[in-house]
């Protein structure tokens, strides 16, 4: 963290918001942003101001994800450990259990960022923090299937606001260049929880009978116990918006609006978001696509988040056996993504990286359609899914959150490509049953024509960030706009230009 997730002095700093980020010139420590100069403080310099945002914005957001994910996906290392056999759940009782976390999980992304706005960043995440946490607990001491439900339910209304939340407050720290590798390292957090709730699991389940408590109960209340304990420092380590840090002196806080505004345009932050503001917000087709092209992605993700455990039980490990066996493909994720991370920011573009990432994963899913008597080829096949899957997710969320200009734009729209897309976790609850085991072809094959899905939206939302660049090129507009009425428009102002 230190070394600022290696950045340089980029060239990335404009004399306005209008100038391409592929042709920015570096300005030094100045900065000029509506005619005004403004000078990095003396005492720092960009680079280690940068690092400065990266110790105190990154690591603890990447914290609290990897124990909403952990919370929100052990129920799969659970399940291995006799959590079905116990409450009785036959037939599809258990995906009905999945389902539920969904309905509140899409309901309220964007009234979640927008409370998030409105209460500050540390006081909300941490507040659902030690929520979730708790409601993990409670689903390691219920007796039933209705007691299943219920805090499926809640741990969705939850979570709900963790992921788009983290991913709006994390795009109003950095430059569009910047990016990539912060949103890749923190999204990775879901992968370092697959790993770590493998490896966690394998020893709780060693837990088995004591104090009178299967091993699958041990796994909820440990896990949500840490969510708690961890909750209440949180409350004083997330960060908030860069206006409201504490940790910023007077000069540090002008100059990081000042880049910031200087590659995006002015923020507006100061006025609160309304109905209107979200209305206005989905009359741009590219919020919807954007929307689609998540949607497509979490389809084969929690398909094997929630799943993998079982499929890896196909292949004749036991118990134990399983749970270690998950965390290789999950860790070989975090080192793939990060070095398309690292390249994709490099050459800050986005849309080659994302559909090659998807092609990955969609031969992973070929071979596990075409290959039923070769464990090892089905395992390692598990790896290109992953790879590609974790991979595309978090190029193809900071690619569209990052085009939104204006804090207005980038709440809702962050919230509702998370919400929309997380529709897609429905499918994949019902996507792998067990009277398709041990082939699971019909979940293979629908997590295929959902990575195409989402090729195809991103291609059509690449082509419409490059048409709607060159028709402001060709007609620049603007010349009688205020600054303000710019601001407010975001993304949508003639002087501002997509990333693709």
């Known amino acids: 963290m230190a070394a600022g997730f290696g950045d340089e002095k980029a060239p990335g700093d404009s004399l306005s918001p209008s100038a391409d980020p592929e042709h920015q010139e570096s300005l030094g420590k100045v900065i000029f942003t509506e005619g005004v100069e403004v000078q990095c403080p003396p005492h720092t310099t960009e680079r280690k101001l940068l690092a400065k945002i990266d110790f105190h914005v990154v690591p603890f957001l990447c914290i609290m994800y990897l124990l909403a994910f952990l919370d929100r996906v052990n129920i799969a290392n659970a399940n291995v450990f006799g959590l079905s056999k116990e409450l009785g759940l036959d037939g599809n009782l258990y995906n009905n259990a999945l389902v539920v976390f969904f309905v509140p999980y899409v309901i309220f992304e964007i009234p979640s960022n927008i409370l998030l706005k409105r209460f500050r960043p540390h006081v909300w995440l941490s507040l659902n923090m030690f929520l979730f946490g708790f409601t993990t607990i409670m689903q390691g001491l219920v007796k039933n299937y209705s007691g299943l439900v219920a805090t499926r339910f809640f741990l969705g209304l939850f979570e709900t606001g963790m992921f788009p939340g983290a991913f709006y407050l994390i795009g109003m720290w950095y430059r569009r260049h910047e990016a990539q590798r912060r949103y890749s390292f923190f999204f990775n957090s879901t992968t370092l929880a697959g790993a770590f709730g493998g490896l966690l699991a394998a020893a709780i389940g060693k837990m088995d009978g004591l104090r009178g408590y299967q091993g699958w109960r041990w796994i909820f209340i440990l896990e949500g116990s840490l969510t708690v304990f961890v909750s209440f420092f949180f409350f004083f380590l997330l960060p908030d918006f860069p206006e409201e840090s504490k940790w910023l002196t007077k000069e540090e806080k002008e100059f990081v609006a000042a880049r910031l505004q200087a590659d995006q345009g002015r923020a507006s932050a100061e006025r609160k978001i309304t109905l209107k503001d ?214 949508l102002s003639p002087d501002y230009r997509y990333l693709l």
């Open 278 to 491: 979200v209305g206005k917000v989905f009359k741009d087709y590219k919020v919807i696509l954007g929307g689609f092209m998540y949607f497509g992605l979490i389809v084969p993700a929690y398909g094997y988040a929630y799943f993998a455990p079982g499929i890896l039980q196909t292949y004749g490990y036991g118990p134990i056996q399983t749970q270690l066996y998950s965390v290789p493909p999950w860790a070989a994720s975090f080192g793939f993504s990060m070095c398309i991370a690292f390249l994709s920011d490099k050459m800050r573009h986005r849309f080659a990286f994302a559909i090659v990432a998807i092609c990955v994963s969609i031969v992973g899913f070929a071979i596990l359609i075409h290959v039923h008597d070769n464990n090892h080829v089905q395992y390692g096949a598990l790896f290109l899914v992953t790879s590609g899957v974790y991979t595309a997710m978090p190029v193809i969320v900071c690619w569209f959150n990052m085009n939104l200009g204006g804090h207005h734009r980038r709440a809702v729209g962050s919230a509702w490509q998370v919400g929309f897309g997380n529709i897609g976790g429905i499918i994949a609850v019902y996507a792998f049953l067990k009277k398709d085991s041990p082939k699971f072809i019909p979940g293979y094959s629908i997590c295929i024509s959902f990575t195409i899905l989402s090729i195809i939206a991103c291609i059509t939302y690449g082509i419409a960030c490059m048409m709607q660049n060159k028709e402001r090129d060709e007609n620049p507009a603007g010349a009688n706009m205020t600054e303000d009425e710019k601001a407010e428009m975001g993304d």
